[in-house]
């Protein structure tokens, strides 16, 4: 698995999950629970992580280039 953002906001880490998933690309948040749960862990650990698959960070990375900021 590749992170390939990380974000302070959950809602920006599941914006970025449907843009991948509407591209084919399957796309995670391995700290969603624990961030719901605790939402202070999410700066302690420097963001919320969105991961994809290996082979599919470089294409992932040029879909959310073109997001534009929230």
């Given at each position: 698995?590749?992170?390939?953002?990380?974000?302070?906001?959950?809602i920006e880490a599941h914006?970025?999950?449907?843009?991948?998933?509407?591209?084919?690309?399957?796309?995670?948040?391995?700290?969603?629970?624990?961030?719901?749960?605790?939402?202070?862990?999410?700066?302690?650990?420097?963001?919320?992580?969105v991961q994809v698959?290996?082979?599919?960070?470089?294409?992932?990375?040029?879909?959310?280039?073109?997001?534009?900021?929230?």
């Open positions: 698995m590749t992170t390939i953002a990380n974000v302070n906001l959950l914006l970025i999950r449907a843009a991948l998933e509407g591209s084919g690309i399957a796309a995670y948040i391995p700290d969603e629970l624990t961030v719901q749960a605790a939402s202070p862990y999410a700066f302690a650990i420097g963001g919320i992580r698959e290996d082979d599919d960070a470089t294409a992932a990375r040029e879909i959310i280039a073109v997001i534009p900021p929230a």
